[in-house]
C-alpha cells in the first residue's frame, strides 16, 4: 500500500527512472573552471528530463501531500516496484560524521550522494577507504569559507542534471585555540561564516531545487549540537553560547568597525563555534515557519551524540585530543563512535518515520531518536527571525 501511494506520485519520465534501470550508465569527468575536478557517475542522468530551475517558490500539491504522508516510503520491502534512487547532497563529506553519514547512504543502494567538499582529493581518498562503491558518489567542489564557491557549487550541481532531494548542511570549523580571529574569504568570521553563513546562501539557493524534487519526502537538515544548547551540561561548560542581540551580526562580523563575535563580545574561537550551532539550530526552525507548508520540504536539525574521533577537535591541544574520547566514553557516557553517528544522521536523511519538519532529533541510550527540546535562545522565533534577516543582508539575498 505504502508502495502504491509512493510510485502513484511519480510523473511516469521519472517512475522510469528506477534502482536498477540506471545500472551500466556511462562514467562522467567533468572538469571544472577553476581547475577542480568533478567526477561523478551518470545516475541515469540521460533519463531525466532538465529541471526548470525555478527562483521563486511555487506550490507543488502534490509533493506536499507526499512529504506529509507517512506511508510514503522509499523503502520497498519486496515490491518489484522501487522508488528510484534519491540524491542526497552532504557538506563536508570528506570526514566524520558527513564520511560517514555518506558511506551509510551509500551502502543502502538507494541513495547517491554528492560529496560536496573543499578538498576533492581528501574527499576522494576518504570515500576509496571507507570503501564506498564509486557508483554511488559524486564530489564536487564546495568552499563554504566563499560565498563565491557556494554560488558557483548550486550551478555546477544543478549541471548535473540530477534530482536533489536531500540537502544535508554538515560541514563546520572549531578553532578553540585561535588568539585571533581568522576570516573568510568574503570577510566574515571562520566559525560562523562557514557553519552558519556559507550554509544559509547554499540552503536558500537549494529551496527551489528540492521543491521541484519529485521525491515523497524532500529534506533540508542542518546540524546542531548539545553545546549549544544552554538547557544541557555541556552546554554550560563556559564559554557559553550567546547571540545577544546580534550587533556583531548586523555590523558584518568582520572586526572592521564592528565585532567578529555575533554579540559584539571579544573573540572567543569556542563561543564563535558555539554561537554558530546556535544559528543552524534558528535557520532550521525559520527554514520551518517559512517554507515547510509551501514547499512540503522537512527542516530537521540533530544532535548526532558526542563524537570525540573526529576531525572537528584538530585545532584543540594534543592532550585535550588525547583525553577527551575517554573522557566522553567513561565519564558522561556521551560518546558515539563515527559509524553510528552517521547511521543517525541517514536516518534523518531517509527514514520514513521522520517526516515531521522543524524537529531537533537526538538519540538515547539504545539508540532510539525521540523530538529534543531547544534551548531558550535556540528556539527563540523572534531571534530566529532578526538572524534570517540580518544573514540574508550579509550574504545578498537582500
Ligand atoms: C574552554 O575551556 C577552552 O578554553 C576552549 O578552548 C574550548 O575548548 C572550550 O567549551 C570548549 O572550553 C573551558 C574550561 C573551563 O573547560 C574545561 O573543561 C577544562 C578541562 C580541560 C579539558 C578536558 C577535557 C576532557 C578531559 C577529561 C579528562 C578526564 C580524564 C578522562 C579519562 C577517563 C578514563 C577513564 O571549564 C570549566 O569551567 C568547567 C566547568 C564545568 C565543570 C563541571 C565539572 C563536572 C565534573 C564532571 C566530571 C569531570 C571529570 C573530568 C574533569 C577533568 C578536567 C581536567
Ligand atoms: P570533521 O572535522 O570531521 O568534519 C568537518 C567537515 O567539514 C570536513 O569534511 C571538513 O573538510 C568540512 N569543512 C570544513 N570547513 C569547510 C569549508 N570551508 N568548506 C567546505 N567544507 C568544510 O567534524 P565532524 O564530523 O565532527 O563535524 C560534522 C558536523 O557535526 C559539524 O556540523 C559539527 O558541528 C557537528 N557535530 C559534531 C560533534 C562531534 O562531537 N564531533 C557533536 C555535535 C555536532 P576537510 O575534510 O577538508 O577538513
Ligand atoms: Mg563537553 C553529558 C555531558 C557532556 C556532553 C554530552 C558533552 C558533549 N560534554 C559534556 C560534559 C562536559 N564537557 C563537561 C562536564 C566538561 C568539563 C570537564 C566538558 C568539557 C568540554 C570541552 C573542553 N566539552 C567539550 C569541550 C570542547 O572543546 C568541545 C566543544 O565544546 O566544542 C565546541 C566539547 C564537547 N562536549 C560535548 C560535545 C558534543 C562536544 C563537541 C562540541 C560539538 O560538536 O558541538
Known amino acids: 500500500m505504502a508502495l502504491q501511494a509512493a510510485t502513484s506520485f511519480?510523473?511516469?519520465a521519472l517512475s522510469a527512472?528506477?534502482?536498477g534501470s540506471v545500472k551500466g550508465s556511462a562514467f562522467l569527468g567533468v572538469r571544472l573552471a577553476d581547475g577542480l575536478k568533478l567526477e561523478t557517475t551518470a545516475l541515469g542522468l540521460r533519463l531525466r528530463t532538465k529541471r526548470a530551475s525555478t527562483p521563486s517558490v511555487a506550490i507543488v500539491g502534490a509533493q506536499a501531500?507526499?512529504?506529509s504522508s507517512p506511508?510514503?516510503?522509499p523503502e520497498s520491502p519486496s515490491g518489484k516496484k522501487?522508488?528510484?534512487?534519491?540524491?542526497?547532497?552532504?557538506t563536508g563529506a570528506s570526514s566524520g560524521l558527513g564520511l560517514a553519514t555518506a558511506k551509510a547512504l551509500s551502502e543502502t543502494g538507494k541513495w547517491h550522494v554528492i560529496m560536496a567538499c573543499r578538498d576533492f582529493l581528501k574527499a576522494s581518498r576518504a570515500a576509496k577507504a571507507a570503501g564506498m562503491d564509486k557508483d554511488s558518489f559524486t564530489i564536487v567542489h564546495l568552499n563554504l569559507a566563499s560565498l563565491d564557491s557556494v554560488r558557483q557549487f548550486v550551478k555546477n550541481v544543478r549541471q548535473l542534471e540530477m534530482p536533489i532531494d536531500v540537502v544535508v548542511c554538515n560541514a563546520a570549523v572549531y578553532l578553540?585555540?585561535?588568539k585571533e580571529p581568522s576570516y573568510t574569504a568574503d570577510g566574515f568570521e571562520m566559525s560562523v561564516g562557514v557553519n552558519h553563513l556559507g550554509h544559509f546562501l547554499l540552503a536558500r539557493e537549494l529551496l527551489s531545487d528540492l521543491q521541484a524534487s519529485d521525491y515523497p519526502s524532500k529534506r533540508l537538515i542542518i546540524v546542531g549540537s548539545i553545546t549549544g544548547n544552554t538547557n544541557t551540561l555541556a552546554g554550560n561548560v563556559p564559554p557559553k553560547a550567546n547571540l545577544g542581540d546580534l550587533r556583531g551580526l548586523a555590523g558584518g562580523l568582520n572586526g572592521v568597525g564592528s565585532s567578529v563575535m555575533i554579540d559584539g563580545g571579544e573573540f572567543d574561537g569556542a563561543k564563535a563555534y558555539k554561537d554558530s550551532k546556535v544559528c543552524n539550530m534558528l535557520t532550521m526552525q525559520e527554514f520551518h515557519r517559512?517554507?515547510?507548508e509551501e514547499t512540503g520540504v522537512t527542516f530537521a536539525s540533530l544532535y548526532p551524540g558526542c563524537i570525540a574521533t573526529t576531525g572537528l577537535f584538530r585545532e584543540h591541544i594534543p592532550l585535550f585530543r588525547l583525553l577527551f574520547p575517554p573522557f566522553q566514553k567513561y565519564i558522561t557516557k556521551g560518546y558515539v563512535s563515527e559509524e553510528e553517528a552517521g547511521k543517525r544522521l541517514a536516518q534523518v536523511v531517509s527514514d520514513p518515520s521522520l517526516t515531521k519538519s522543524g524537529v531537533y532529533?537526538?538519540?538515547n541510550k539504545n539508540s532510539a531518536s525521540f523530538e529534543n527540546q531547544l534551548s531558550e535562545e535556540a528556539s527563540d522565533a523572534d531571534k530566529a527571525k532578526k538572524l534570517w534577516e540580518l544573514s540574508e543582508k550579509l550574504v545578498g539575498l537582500a
Open 10 to 12: 511519480l510523473p511516469s
Open 65 to 67: 501531500a507526499a512529504v
Open 361 to 363: 532529533w537526538s538519540w
Open 71 to 73: 506511508e510514503v516510503t
Open 290 to 292: 517559512r517554507y515547510h
Open 82 to 90: 522501487t522508488l528510484r534512487k534519491g540524491t542526497a547532497i552532504i
Open 17 to 19: 527512472r528506477k534502482e
Open 176 to 178: 578553540p585555540t585561535a
